[in-house]
């Protein structure tokens, strides 16, 4: 009886050793995993950023203000130039 | 084993018996032998099993680090989602100078990658030889694309960190409400130093494998995950501060001013939707030179608000009772004596009411309203509305300006305070006054952040005394008033001029201040609006350098832009409408004689005469 549950306590222990190595082994891979997706998110929002940043200096007040006045021609409509309608 | 008595042993004398015991001596020996081993064995499991943390923590420093995860500070933009300022990533070049120092060839192609001379490289290098660790010169925060290139070439003892760099998109024109960051990315100045906590994110640590080179080659485990920066909405309108900015800007040119500055604040909430200082810099490359251009002046700089103190000396007459909006008040000759000095205005008003006084701007009018009211309840009035403490914004090194208590007041003192001279304040808390008159007498706390108003706002004055100022602060930019050039073809503007003299060595200089603070749309209030313009060129004599002159027309051309954007409703849509059929019937009129010479006339005709 005792050198059954003896065994039955070795063959576990085996198993569970073998378990441990298995689900080390897991995370490891699943957490090399989660770096490169982690890392390629970054990336998409770094690149995001980028984007946003470029927009902005594109849109800069003053460059806009700069394009509208001198390569588009455009100016502000003055105020007998605006209708305005009753409601 | 057994010692057997050999035959030719005996031919010799027999030698005497040993007279020890074999067998105990080998079994000591044995014994001691397997004592070793047992010790060995059970030092064995000692480190390996019980006490194995020193040497598995020896082991794992040979080859685990652990690495920072940079990341990045929050995102600040406008009201509107707009980026303001944005953390982009960099590139550092680091090296390890002991590495490279006896390699004289690595350098050699850093300095050909990197663009520096040689000479000075080697000796940069050569004098860090005993350090781990130093930046490559002038290629600290550097563009992705230009340290990927240099990392390509895999020079020994080169390495690249990530970093985060901030940009300002926007420039010039919003620099000193965000402020800017020193390297390291901590706020120095500005909203970026107010809500550093807030925007700054907790770089998190991870388990690295390296290798003998320092190259990582395993990502092992997570220790501190990264937390980004938050993000930041401030109550700051992009389009409304570029407008504020180059009008500013503008103004400021054709004047020959010094400085000045723009702060437009919602009424009813407080929140700062535009804040413009001239003087300005560029937050995107901080240097140490030129610190003067640095100050938000709006917040920072103590001036003596001169006549558009008036409204409130009003304000307070008003609820003591001791003046009503009709009383007549006798300005003759012009002046009037406060102690060894004189108190006098532009010119003779004669007869005045309480609104021809405001109207009119006149000294002597708001001192002889003063002279009804007592003391303590002048200064207890005055600091209902925020004068002498800090307005509660939270902007870093705002000031709460100078107010003297009743106490220290000279003899002259309240009679100058009534029309603004004797104190100082910032523009903001001008600004703060003002929305509390175009609040219904609730005296709001100026916040930078959207939605960031406290909500509860204090009732400063009675909403109906509050009315009556707007009524009699309309005048002023009608015609008869000081500021007619604040009026806004579609709106009722209220507001307040102000020329006041600057202060120097102990007296007033001929330089002056020029502001108005102004409320728009009248019917119901939507910004309040404070411009300084600060030591305009005087040289054009008469009024070309008063507050009426320079500064209500600033005001006019950027609440024009400002209450089209946030499409505020016209209250005053008789006047425009009237400005609309005048227009078209002298363009009919143009239009409808051909012959040029009269059409070229046409605009010259009186535009009234239209109906």
Redesign the interface.
Known sequence: MTRLIVAVLAVACVISAIGVVYARHQH?EL??Q??RLERERDELN?EF??L??EQ??W????RI?QVARTRLGMKFPT??E???V?P | MRFVRTPGGSAKKPRARAQFNLRARLMLVGGAMALCGVALVVRAVDLQLVDNAFYQQKADARFLREVPIPT?RG?ITDRNG??LA????VESLYANPQELADNPAAIERLAEATGLPLDYLTRYVSQRKDKEFMYVPRHRRVNPAVAQKIMALRIPGVFSQREFRR?Y???E?VSHVLGFTNIDDQGQEGVELAFDEWLRGTPGA?KVIRDRHGRIV?????IRPAEPGKDLVLSID??IQ?LAY?ELKRTLLETGAASGSVVILDVATGEVLAMANLPSYNNNRVSGENRDAYRNRAVTDLLEPGSTMKPLTVAAGLEAGVITPTTRIDTNPGWMPNGRYRTSDFKNYGLLDTTGVITKSSNVGVSKIVRLLPDTQFDAFLRRFGFGSSTGSGFPGEAPGTFPSPGRWSGTTKQTLSYGYGLSVTPLQIARAYAALGNGGRLVTPTFVKGGGTGTAQQALDPEIAAQVMQMMQTVTEPGGTATRAAI??YHVAGKTGTARKSSGGGYARRYIAYFAGLVPVDRPRFSVTVVVNDPDTSGGGSTYGGGWISAPLFARIMEGALRLMDVP?DD?QT??A??AA?EARRARAAGVPAPAVAAAAPASPRGAAP
């Open positions: 490891r957490y090399v989660l770096t770094i950023g980028r946003q940043l902005a200096t849109a800069e007040s003053n203000d105020a007998g605006i209708v305005v009753q | 990045s995102m707009e980026p944005v953390s982009s990533p940009f998109p926007q420039g024109a991870q395993e990502h092992v485990d997570l992009r389009r570029f180059r073809l579609g016209p849509i425009w409408l400005a609309q227009e």
